[in-house]
């Protein structure tokens, strides 16, 4: 799947990539073994890091592979024009700030660099009534403040100046997301009328619930959007 994500930022051996936002270190990791790029993941959950550090040390890229704590709608830890491609998955849709962000993509990328970004969004011209019912119940649930939609990140990616290279759904054939939500739903719901009822439980099936409920209708979805400074 990541190699698909970020294909439109033809990333090269050489190359030195910031992983904004980089979980437990997985997309890091593959990007260094499989393309031959130098990466820098950053994340501000400390446990995060320390267990990346961890699988980064077992897959023997360590060589490769830096981890830095920093927050991305703070300073990102990259000096101007030094970077080849930030790669951001799933991780701007929890940002309180996604315009200091793509600011300080545009100040660390190298002239012509690129981000490749896949993101969970809302979909464009929802009216406030469609928001507040779909989108609003998907933050609360999945700790993010708000969803941008295409025409939002259209217009704070120009305003960064970054200039788009395109935008895509990826709910469709190459991921089948939508059926994967699908199917954990279902399988949530067995285990609820089998006896799982305990308070966290709950908690995740409210959460696919909504996640589920807003994208069979239509007003979610993951897109991924590549720009160049
Ligand atoms: C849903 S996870 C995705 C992780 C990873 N990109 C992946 O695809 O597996 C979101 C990640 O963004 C990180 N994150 C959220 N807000 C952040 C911020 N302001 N600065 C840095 N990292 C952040 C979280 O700690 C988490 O690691």
Redesign the pocket.
Known sequence: MIDVVVKPAVIEEGHHVV??????G??AIRLASAHGCRVTG????RL?LEIAEKKVVDAGVAGRVKLKY????QSLPFADNTIDVVVN???AC??SDRERFLGEVQRILKPGGKIVAMDWMARDHLSTEQYDQFIRPVCESWAMVSLECQATYTSKLQAAGLEIMGFEGFGGKEMDNLKIIENDYRNLTLMYFSGFGTPPFLNLMESIGRLYAAWRGGYFEIRRYCAKK
């Open positions: 992983d904004a936002g980089c979980g437990v997985g997309t950053v994340n501000l959950n995060q920093a927050d991305c709608c998955i799933e991780s929890h940002y």
